[in-house]
């Protein structure tokens, strides 16, 4: 579906409208209506901001189309960003069973010092999780979660009642 923007004065008025509506309303594309382009909001990266939660109209090469402003995360944002994560994480239940895992800034994650082991189909159909082990700093098979409500205590290693 093609969309148009009325203009007056080479500035937009209002928003975009279809041109089959438009055809529907005057019997054609009036000529005070400009050809627009819908330009979606920008998926943003781990450190960057969206200056606007509009977009703004802008003539490029004779059409009218959204422009986004995006910009890149100041030192103190993306450091207060980081802390904010960081602090969720350590101040989890049983944190300090995570103790060892290092923060990512190109990632936005916490990494485990050793990889995950691929999962073992198995073992997940037995109802045995692979979870990391602060106190071992390793990935460790559970024993078999029991029916009903259960968390597990890392420190105890077992399933407990929740």
């Not at 101040?91 to 691929?118: G, H, K, M, Y």
Request: glycine share 4%; net charge negative; proline share 6%.
């Amino acid at each position: 579906m093609n969309l148009y923007i009325e203009t007056e004065n080479g500035v937009t008025k209002n928003h975009p409208a279809f041109e089959d509506n438009l055809i529907q309303a005057f019997g054609e594309i009036p000529s005070r209506w400009e050809p627009f382009t819908r330009v979606e909001r920008p998926v943003l990266g781990i450190y960057q901001v969206l200056e606007s939660d509009e977009s703004v109209y802008v003539k490029v090469n004779g059409v009218w189309t959204d422009i986004w402003s995006v910009r890149e995360m100041t030192t103190e944002e993306k450091t207060a960003k980081q802390q904010a994560v960081i602090t969720i994480f350590n101040s989890r239940e049983q944190a300090s069973n995570w103790s060892a895992w290092v923060f990512n800034e190109e990632t936005f994650s916490f990494d485990p010092p050793i990889l995950r082991p691929e999962p073992d189909q198995t073992k997940i159909d037995a109802g045995i999780k692979t979870f990391w082990c602060g106190a071992e700093n390793n990935w460790k098979d559970t024993p078999v979660r029991p029916e009903g409500e259960y968390k597990f205590d890392f420190f105890a290693w077992q399933w407990v009642a929740a």
